[in-house]
T-cell receptor
Framework: GESVGLHLPTLSVQEGDNSIINCAYSNSASDYFIWYKQESGKGPQFIID?????DKRQGQRVTVLLNKTVKHLSLQIAATQPGDSAVYFC????????????FGKGTKLTVNP | DAGVTQSPTHLIKTRGQQVTLRCSPKSGHDTVSWYQQALGQGPQFIFQYYEEEERQRGNFPDRFSGHQFPNYSSELNVNALLLGDSALYLC??????????FGPGTRLTVL
């Protein structure tokens, strides 16, 4: 079946540290993955995506790593700032197949000043 | 460039009533999806519309229905509301093959 889960439900870091948020997925057919950030009372905000033909993709202060062998996804945030405090979701999709995104429960990131 | 917009932002209904939520996609996007997000959970896919037709549906009862208009905007209708329908309803839009972008959501409370 489909499932996307996160190893840690909460993560607390100091401002300026690097953060790593992990995600496991079970559908080996998934070929597209997205990280979203959701602040309280708001909709999910797109952060970065990666397709299964890549192992790593970098954005501004963020890096996503994909390990298809163990079906694991991670989001690295460099120099974490208080504004990064939010719930982070990974989502998976099968391009050209199922149209729906399958989300995990999320990891709550708290950045301490 | 306006992003995805949704209306209303908040809504309170009683059991058995019907509700209509509205979504305008991001400019240039032709596909609209609806998700339900219960408190403390990730969004759950309801259905997706493309070219004014429902293209795929998640595990939701027929009480949930939708529509897409020629200008790509969309409505989500829920009939015979239950207490368990209380949630944040999210609309997401995208271009074919691209990432989905979400609106701010409509918070529905059923009393």
């Amino acid at each position: 079946g489909e499932s996307v889960g996160l190893h840690l439900p909460t993560l607390s870091v100091q401002e300026g540290d690097n953060s790593i948020i992990n995600c496991a997925y079970s559908n080996s057919a998934s070929d597209y993955f997205i990280w979203y950030k959701q602040e309280s009372g708001k909709g999910p905000q797109f952060i970065i995506d990666i397709r299964s033909n890549m192992d790593k993709r970098q954005g501004q202060r963020v890096t996503v790593l994909l390990n298809k062998t163990v079906k694991h996804l991670s989001l690295q945030i460099a120099a974490t700032q208080p504004g990064d405090s939010a719930v982070y979701f990974c989502a998976e999709n099968i391009q050209g197949g199922s149209e729906k995104l399958v989300f995990g429960k999320g990891t709550k990131l708290t950045v301490n000043p | 460039d306006a992003g995805v917009t949704q209306s209303p932002t908040h809504l309170i209904k009683t059991r058995g009533q019907q509700v209509t939520l509205r979504c305008s996609p991001k400019s240039g996007h032709d596909t609209v999806s609806w998700y339900q997000q219960a408190l403390g959970q990730g969004p759950q896919f309801i259905f997706q519309y493309y070219e004014e037709e429902e293209r795929q549906r998640g595990n939701f009862p027929d009480r949930f229905s939708g529509h897409q208009f020629p200008n790509y905007s969309s409505e989500l209708n829920v009939n015979a509301l239950l207490l368990g329908d209380s949630a944040l309803y999210l609309c997401a839009s995208r271009q074919t093959g691209k990432a989905q972008y979400f609106g701010p959501g409509t918070r529905l409370t059923v009393l």
